[in-house]
């Protein structure tokens, strides 16, 4: 038997090489999955599990030290401060319309930026942080009518409902423009 191994010549095998380089260059197939997928803070509101997005999130803080304000919407909780910055605090289930279970230890305010505000969400409980892909959130379910439909980014198929921060800061319902005559 012959042996038909040739050596390319010197042209072909840098153009062989080159084609290598690019291949092995491209970046991989793993970057593309992990660009297109959330990391989201989950927690629960009123034995629902929500998320939001971690990129909004600044800090998770106790509910400590709250000071209720007079001439809010009922759902402004209050302010905090929070290393000398004062920060105002809703509470979601108010805002969504949801039962209300009352304050206990267990609740947190999540610290949010966005839309050059800075607030605190309240939260009954503190689930953790997950990644899902994107293609995996599925429009509105039917039983979630009203104003939460209008906040959601979607819902996953474990019920998980992925709230849009940008739509909830925008809303000029959270801004409160009250002022007390004297």
Known sequence: ???ETRIPAAPEARQILRARAQALARPPERAA???ASLELLEFRLARESYALETRYVREVYPLKNLTPLPCTPPFVLGIVNVRGRILPVLDLKKFFELPEQG???LNRIILVRGNDLELGLLADVIAGVRTI????LQPSLPTLTGIRAEYLK???AERLVVLDLDRILADP?????????N
């Open 1 to 3: 038997m012959k042996d």
């Open 154 to 156: 979607g819902v996953t």
């Open 173 to 181: 319902k959270i801004i409160v423009h009250e002022e007390v005559e």
């Open 33 to 35: 999955v992990a660009a």
């Open 103 to 105: 304050l206990t230890d």
């Open 133 to 136: 892909p994107v293609d995996s």
